[in-house]
């Protein structure tokens, strides 16, 4: 009895210690991403206030409730960034997708509608688009504090997302690039930048472009396409030589 009673005492206190090294670890790895994603944008994109000293989660979701997701994505995969964001299309007109990231891809989740049988118009989740790293050419930002970024793609249709944890899913895909790739990501920043779109039936896919332009003051984007041409204007962050 009283051996039994001494290993449950000894088995609470390793979780407790194991729990406060997990935490303590935890910290060290989000101050080291922290610095990393401001090194990673230091003199080159201006930052937003409240994306500095706030704490990486990764999941910003909830997968752990979304079994039709983790079901699409395998149970295989490690999952570093998930993020519900904004997705432009030829048109600059805009639907949410989930935004996944994990050691192997990068995915677009999206819904449809089941056409057929007794769950006939029941939405579901589907995987829109599926890239492996090697797939992926660079990735390109504006030098303002706006939230979009392009996902450019090899011999293929970019992406152009607007996200909100856009400097944690920076430093993420830059790493999983790196383990999978061997080589650095390319991250280009600049206020006018160009993607390729999707073809629609026989005409070919061409080239959308995205002007950004400085105002005197605002933190949200005010949006205003013009044919082929989206142009965002939003007033200026912190400084690109903030690092904290």
Known sequence: MLEEARDRRYNMYAK???KAF???FARKRQEQEKQEAADLLFGRKERRRASLNRHFMGDYIGLEDKHQILNLIG???KVFFAEVVKKYDRRFKISRKELILTNKYL?????EQIKKGPQKG?????????LSFSQISHVSLSKLQDGFLIIHVKEDYDNLLELIF??????NISKRYVEETSHILNIKFSNNLEFKVKKEGWGSGGTRQIHFIQMEYGNKEILKPSGKI???WI?????CTTSK
């Open 22 to 24: 997990k935490k303590y």
């Open 75 to 77: 149970r295989r995969e």
């Open 235 to 239: 007033g200026p962050g912190l400084p």
């Open 122 to 130: 029941k939405l579901i989740e589907i995987i829109k688009r599926k």
């Open 166 to 171: 856009k400097t944690e899913f920076l430093i």
């Open 107 to 111: 995915y677009l989740i999206g819904r």
């Open 230 to 232: 989206l142009n965002v």
């Open 16 to 18: 407790v210690i194991q």
